[in-house]
């Protein structure tokens, strides 16, 4: 489909499952509110509750998931209030499927 994003982007490593779960981006001394759009292993596509295109330059964020799960994580995309994050450790199979079943 030309002009949707999602099915052009090919920087995801990795398969990808189309999931919304309530989690929390923390940078630097802040908390931002957001919701996954997908998730895998080896990272995910989250919605924030504000612009987060100045959050790009952070040198480090940590993506805080239910269970709770936490990873750091590489921001390798944004625009406006959605970004792209690969895990700097993936998901273990077991915590997949669990943040999956949720």
């Known amino acids: 489909m030309i002009g949707n994003r999602r099915h052009l982007d090919n920087r995801k490593s990795g398969k990808r499952h189309e999931k919304q779960l309530a989690c929390e981006i923390q940078f630097e001394n802040h908390s931002l509110g957001a919701e996954t759009v997908d998730i895998g292993a080896h990272g995910a596509c989250i919605e924030a509750s504000l612009n987060v295109h100045r959050v790009v330059f952070q040198s480090e964020i940590r993506i805080v998931l239910p269970g709770p799960v936490s990873r750091k994580a590489k921001i390798v995309w944004s625009s406006g209030t959605r970004m792209g994050l690969n895990f700097a ?5 077991s915590q997949l499927e669990a943040l999956l079943r949720k």
């Open 89 to 93: 450790i993936p998901l273990r199979t």
